[in-house]
Each structure stands twice: as structure tokens, then as C-alpha cells.
């Protein structure tokens, strides 16, 4: 959890913190900081509901406390994984040409920011960018984000959001500055591949929104590839994905206190060519009983619980949910093996 602020504190919003810090910079360096970091008992019926389903779910949002934070860091450094690298190339060498096309003194809201890496890349090519804003589930991810940014950029007011923004009542904070048609909307890493194209479009809708006409998206996306390519990079050779899936388990007995062991689950992760999708999942080794919340589950040997999609496009497939979402393609960027592309969107 966060610590003591020293800002001017302004309860907009009930049963959150939010601060706003004039003078010397608050939290990590942000200019104003918005808690809504998802409860315990949120984790507690969210996975009630999705182990009431057939087959078993667990949304790949929990994915990301502390330990997975580390986890997911030294996935992005595998050999195998080429999202996080391939991406990096691709914004490094963009430089003037996405620096013209997105204009001067942009405010840059950064969805599930993870760590610093791209955003501090994509602030360096833009042309004084004026705000950033970092917004991620995960305190941690948030702390390391916005500290680092507000030190590397001073002239950039910085402010931070822990939220869910899968959750029906997320709005952007009433702090961001700038006009809506001077924001920029960044989603890297293929985050959106982990909802299924009709949700990916309605999401792009509620980016839309918060846009408004004019505003812009520059979103990450993963390609198509051969199934050897994809399956290595979902099962590193060091087993740091498989470690990264089974945190689940400790997560729900660490923090739930469910009576379920890790060690009676093994990691999978295969390429659905029908559905152009990675999907992960925990296998069971043996049968199982256990209580969430006061409901008896079971579990049978083999029995998979489902815990990430990861889909994958065509730059033309992904341009279509873009269109239909209400945007504009402006520019599509590649690397010379087709692995991934970022594209660059404009609310019309
Ligand atoms: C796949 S990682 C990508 C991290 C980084 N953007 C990158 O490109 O390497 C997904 C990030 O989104 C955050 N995230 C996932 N689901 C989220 C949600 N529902 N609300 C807010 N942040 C979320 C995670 O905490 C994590 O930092």
C-alpha cells in the first residue's frame, strides 16, 4: 500500500485516496496520485465467479502483484519472448516520423505502464510532451513508473492512477490536464490481446470516450506467427512464465488463505490456431478440494483452469476493431519479420 502523501488531500471520491500535490512532488514523484488499487474482496469474488464456470477462470489481471511484477520483467528479457524487445526496436527507431505525426505538448496517458522502459522511450521521440499519466493495477508497477519518469523528465507533470480499468466505474481522474483532443492514448505490449475481439473493440470504445474526437491511440499489437515462435515465447527455456501462471495458486493461499498447493498444478500454454489465440493454463496433477468464501470447489486431475488469452492479428484484422471502435488509422509500423506492429489510431 501507498504511504503517508504530503499534499493538499481532496476526497472526491468516496473510499479512495487521492491526493493532489502542489509545490514539491508527491508520491514517486507524481504531481497527483489516485488510489483505487481493486480490494482483497474483490480478488475473493472474482474468483468465486470464475471458478463457477466450466471450465475454471481466473482473469489474468491477478496476474500482477509484486512477485509477478519481477516475474513478468524477466519474461520481457527471455531470448523467446519478442514482444517486449521487438516492440522496443520499433519505438526506438520511430523517432521523428511518430514525434510529427502526434505534434507538440501532448498530455500521455499510459494504459497498464508495467515499467518504465517504453513510456521513458516514447517521451524522449515526442516533442515536449506536457503530462504523463500512468495507470496500472499494480502499486508497484506504478511506484517504480512515475518515480523513474519524474526524474528523467522534470518538465513533465506526472500523475499516477491504481485502478482497474476493466471495471464498470473507471474514469479517467478529473485531474488531467489538456484539452481531450491534445491526449494521447499509449497501450504497449499487446495488452489488448488478452480480451476477446468483441471486448477488445468495446474497449477501444471506452478509449474512444475518453479521448473524444481528435485524440489519439498509439497501440501495441501482436501479429500472427508460426506456432513454434508463439508456444517458445509463452514457454521460456528458464521457466519464468510457468513460475508467473503458478503465482496464481500462491496468491490465492497467500492472500485468500485457500487451502490449494501450487505444487499440485503444472504450467500450459499452446497456440489455438482456430481461434489465433496463446492460451494459458493451470493443469491439475491430482484431485483437489478446497473452499472459496464458504463454496466447496473441486478440482480433478488434468482439470485446467483457464488463465490468459493472449490473441493475435493481422495489422488488417486489428485495423478493423480500430474502425469499428470509432477510430482512424494514421500510420502502421512493423518490424522487418512481421512479429509486431504499433499502430497509430485517431478518434473520428
Ligand atoms: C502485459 S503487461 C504489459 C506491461 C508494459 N505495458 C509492457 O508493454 O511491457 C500488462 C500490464 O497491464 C497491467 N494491467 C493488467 N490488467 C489491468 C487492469 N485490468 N487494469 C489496470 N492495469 C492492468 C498489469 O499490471 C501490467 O503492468
Not at 481528435?214 to 515465447?233: C, F, P
Request: proline fraction near 3%.
Amino acid at each position: 500500500m501507498f504511504g503517508t502523501f504530503t499534499g493538499n488531500t481532496t476526497n472526491m471520491h468516496t473510499n479512495i485516496d487521492v491526493f493532489v500535490h502542489q509545490g514539491s512532488k508527491g508520491f514517486e514523484g507524481c504531481d497527483y496520485f489516485i488510489n483505487e488499487e481493486p480490494a482483497k474482496a474483490d480478488f475473493l469474488s472474482e474468483l468465486k465467479k470464475g471458478f463457477l464456470e466450466t471450465p475454471k477462470v481466473i482473469s489474468p489481471k491477478f496476474f500482477y502483484d509484486e512477485l509477478g511484477m519481477q516475474l513478468f520483467g524477466k519474461i520481457t528479457e527471455t531470448p523467446e519472448y519478442y514482444v517486449t524487445r521487438v516492440e522496443l526496436e520499433l519505438l526506438e527507431n520511430l523517432g521523428n516520423e511518430l514525434s510529427e505525426l502526434v505534434g507538440k505538448n501532448k498530455v500521455v496517458i499510459e494504459y497498464g505502464c508495467g515499467s518504465s522502459r517504453k513510456i521513458a522511450t516514447l517521451l524522449r521521440t515526442l516533442n515536449s510532451p506536457s503530462e504523463y499519466l500512468a495507470i496500472d493495477i499494480s502499486p508497484d508497477a506504478l511506484k517504480e513508473t512515475t518515480g523513474t519518469i519524474a526524474s528523467a523528465f522534470p518538465n513533465v507533470r506526472v500523475g499516477g492512477l491504481c485502478a482497474d480499468f476493466y471495471s464498470s466505474s473507471f474514469v479517467l481522474p478529473r485531474e488531467v490536464g489538456g484539452s481531450k483532443d491534445s491526449r494521447l492514448v499509449f497501450f504497449p505490449g499487446s495488452t489488448i490481446g488478452n480480451q476477446e475481439p468483441r471486448e477488445a473493440q468495446k474497449f477501444l470504445e471506452n478509449i474512444h470516450n475518453v479521448l473524444g474526437v481528435g485524440g489519439n491511440l498509439l497501440i501495441g499489437v501482436d501479429l500472427r506467427k508460426s506456432k513454434d515462435l508463439l508456444e517458445a515465447a509463452y514457454n521460456d527455456q528458464m521457466g519464468y512464465t510457468a513460475d508467473f501462471n503458478l503465482n496464481l495458486i500462491s496468491r490465492m493461499k497467500n492472500e485468500l488463505e485457500i487451502d490449494i498447493s501450487r505444487d499440485a498444478f503444472n504450467h500450459l500454454a499452446f497456440y489455438n490456431e482456430e481461434k489465433s489465440r496463446i492460451e494459458m493454463h493451470l493443469v491439475a496433477s491430482v484431485d483437489q478440494e478446497f473452499e472459496i468464501d464458504g463454496t466447496k470447489f473441486t478440482i480433478l486431475k488434468d482439470e485446467a483452469i483457464h488463465t490468459e488469452n493472449s490473441y493475435k492479428y493481422t495489422s488488417e484484422d486489428f485495423e478493423t476493431i480500430a474502425v469499428n471502435s470509432g477510430f482512424k488509422l494514421e500510420k502502421c509500423w512493423s518490424d522487418p519479420d512481421d512479429l509486431f506492429s504499433i499502430q497509430y489510431l485517431k478518434a473520428v
